[in-house]
């Protein structure tokens, strides 16, 4: 069973860091890319970042490229998001997703792209 859980988030300053962690569990996991989706509240969700199975390659969206940080830990099955320079803009409930259909990154830039989803963590930026 395809289990994706994340951890990490919590109630920042404008200006902070977080670090977002998603433990990988029941795929081989350096055989796939993963994924960070969020959604802000009372909007739709939005596609963040994403890592191929070997790390090398990552791909972000526009409104995070420069402030986000996607990499993964294939001995520990598990991938990370390191935020900085933190915005109310921010707030949203976090996933971790992957499709284990071993696509490039290049197809996977949109949340239907992927298949199988962590609960999500909430990320607060807020003074």
């Known amino acids: 069973e395809v289990q994706l859980v994340e951890s990490g988030g919590g109630l920042v300053q404008p200006g902070g860091s977080l670090r977002l962690s998603c433990a990988a569990s029941g795929f081989t996991f350096d ?15 939005e596609w963040v970042s994403a890592i191929s ?55 996977l830039t949109h949340p239907t792209d992927f298949t199988y989803w962590g609960q999500g963590t909430q990320v607060t930026v807020s003074s």
């Open 53 to 107: 199975w070997s790390g090398d390659l990552t791909n972000y969206a526009d409104s995070v490229k420069g402030q986000f940080t996607i990499s993964r830990d294939n001995a520990k099955n598990k991938v990370y998001l390191q935020m900085s320079s933190l915005k109310p803009e921010d707030t949203a409930v976090y996933y971790c997703a992957t499709d284990l259909k071993a696509r490039p990154l290049d197809e």
């Open 31 to 45: 055989d796939y890319a993963m994924g960070w989706i969020r959604q802000a509240p009372g909007k739709g969700l």
